[in-house]
């Protein structure tokens, strides 16, 4: 379980509001890989360095994955799937989040859009990269405020 901590103790300004979700296919399964930096991370869930976790959870790991469930929405084949929360880890200044889709296998993929939420309306110049690389196909999308899904056919 990641440190809360350690997790607060990085408080890096950066010039760039971006976070980065890498979409790969590893065998069959479907594994999307998340950074985030600290300190935009903490201000989107409303806390500041040094505050405590919030009673509500039980540990970091809990809270990074219900950010990441309420910001990031996956469509594969017309039906929404569900992200399965792996592990986190730090490399300040950004945390690293590894999840799944839970119940898809790549091979079956024949449509799939993802929604991503993450800080757009916090920051006016927020972009969200997303890097996909699915069934010897790789495209890479720039979101922001004004278009916050990417589509893919394969």
Not at 5 to 15: C, E, G, I, N, S
Not at 127 to 132: A, D, E, H, K, Y
């Amino acid at each position: 379980m990641l440190n809360l901590l350690f997790f607060m103790a990085f408080t890096y300004v950066h010039p760039i509001h971006v976070s980065v979700c890498d979409v790969i296919q590893k065998n069959d399964k479907v594994e999307f890989t998340f950074k985030i930096f600290f300190d935009d991370l903490q201000t989107s869930m409303g806390l500041t360095p040094g505050e405590e976790l919030p009673s509500k959870y039980s540990g970091s790991d809990q809270l990074i994955n219900d950010f990441i469930l309420k910001n990031v929405k996956v469509v594969v084949n017309g039906k929404v799937a569900k992200l399965k929360y792996k592990e986190s880890y730090s490399a300040p200044p950004a945390i690293w989040t590894e999840m799944e889709l839970e119940g898809v296998q790549a091979g079956d993929i024949k449509t799939m859009e993802i929604f991503n939420d993450i800080m757009v309306s916090l920051y006016r110049d927020q972009t969200n990269i997303i890097n996909v690389a699915i069934k010897n196909t790789k495209k890479n999308f720039s979101l922001g405020k004004n278009d916050r899904s990417a589509k893919l056919v394969f």
